[in-house]
């Protein structure tokens, strides 16, 4: 399985959305873009003036609430 990241803040809606439709057995890193070390991570993608949440597979950058629960599903294996 490919290395998924997932940047979020906190208080934020759409975070929370997506975290709460990450399938069973999908590890997916969630990662605090308002911490240190978040933020430091985030620098590396080149993320920081990017919107949240923001998912990372395997060095490719995804956007949007609906695109990463769709490609977080297909990395479990139960797309389509």
């Not at 975070?15 to 590396?44: F, H, L, T």
Request: glycine share 8%.
């Amino acid at each position: 399985m490919p290395e998924i990241l997932l940047f979020t803040k906190p208080g934020c809606q759409k975070c929370d959305w997506v975290k709460e439709r990450i399938p069973e057995g999908v590890k997916v890193n969630v990662i605090d873009m308002e911490s240190a070390d978040g933020m430091a991570e985030a620098a590396y993608y080149e993320l920081l003036s990017k919107h949240t949440p923001i998912l990372v597979v395997d060095d490719e950058v995804f956007e949007g609430a609906i695109k990463i629960v769709e490609k977080i599903t297909a990395c479990s294996g139960n797309g389509d």
